[in-house]
């Protein structure tokens, strides 16, 4: 069964509320990745509820919040992508931007790998590995990472991806304290963004500089 329009109707207007505008081509596209999503789940661990309403609220629209920090035609690696939050939104939205998935897990790779076919994302790339084994070409001018790591850790990954003057955009719950960061990995805080989901759901980025 296609994906209920009436959730994409919603999304629609979820994305302009942040300023993001998803036209028809970029509904069909969440139609069909979230028609796989729904599939994949029942065999493959992928997110804890599938429903319409909650792939929409607390996964795509979470990442929608990400578009706005995003330059024209950045290069994004997306460290331990998984279901696809934040990458496939990115990707879908964002098709002047290159955006690389990083994921270690076979089945999730081929997960990523098929939604980026059948939605003829061109703008993507998978690696199935580890973010230590990851030697990209071209750096990336963007990291992120949705609730992957404790920021230290997300931030020593994310560094030989960066190319210098690049940003990491951690996306975190509601109890993430003031992040302490090691001076030598030339990192620095830049912008922490509090917003609310839809159900009270409270969540933060952190937009973190590399120097």
């Avoid at 069964?1 to 969440?30: C, I, K, N, W, Y």
């Avoid at 084994?133 to 992120?144: C, I, S, W």
């Avoid at 931030?155 to 003057?165: D, H, I, M, S």
């Avoid at 990192?187 to 969540?203: D, G, M």
Wanted: net charge neutral; hydrophobic share 45%; glycine share 4%.
């Amino acid at each position: 069964m296609p994906f209920d329009d009436g959730e994409l109707t919603h999304l629609e207007r979820l994305g302009a509320s942040v300023q993001v505008e998803l036209t028809p081509l970029a509904r069909s596209r969440f139609s069909t990745y979230f028609d796989l999503l729904v599939l994949w789940n029942r065999t493959v661990s992928l997110v804890s509820t599938a429903t319409p309403r909650d792939l929409v609220e607390r996964h795509a629209f979470d990442s929608l919040h990400v578009v706005p920090l995003i330059s024209p035609n950045a290069t994004i690696i997306d460290l331990g992508s998984g279901a696809g939050f934040p990458a496939i939104p990115l990707a879908i939205v964002r098709p002047d931007c290159r955006v690389t998935m990083i994921e270690s897990r076979r089945k999730k790779a081929n997960f990523l790998r098929e939604v980026s076919r059948r939605a003829e994302l061109v703008n993507t790339s998978v690696f199935e590995g580890r973010a230590e084994d990851h030697q990209p070409e071209v750096k990336a001018t963007v990291v992120t990472a949705r609730a992957l790591a404790e920021t230290s850790t997300l931030l020593r990954l994310a560094r030989p991806l960066l190319t210098p003057g690049g940003i990491v955009i951690a996306m975190k719950g509601p109890s993430e304290a003031e992040p302490k960061v090691d001076p030598a990995l030339r990192f620095t805080l830049i912008e922490r963004r509090e917003y609310e989901l839809p159900a009270e759901r409270s969540r933060v980025l952190l937009v973190f500089r590399f120097d």
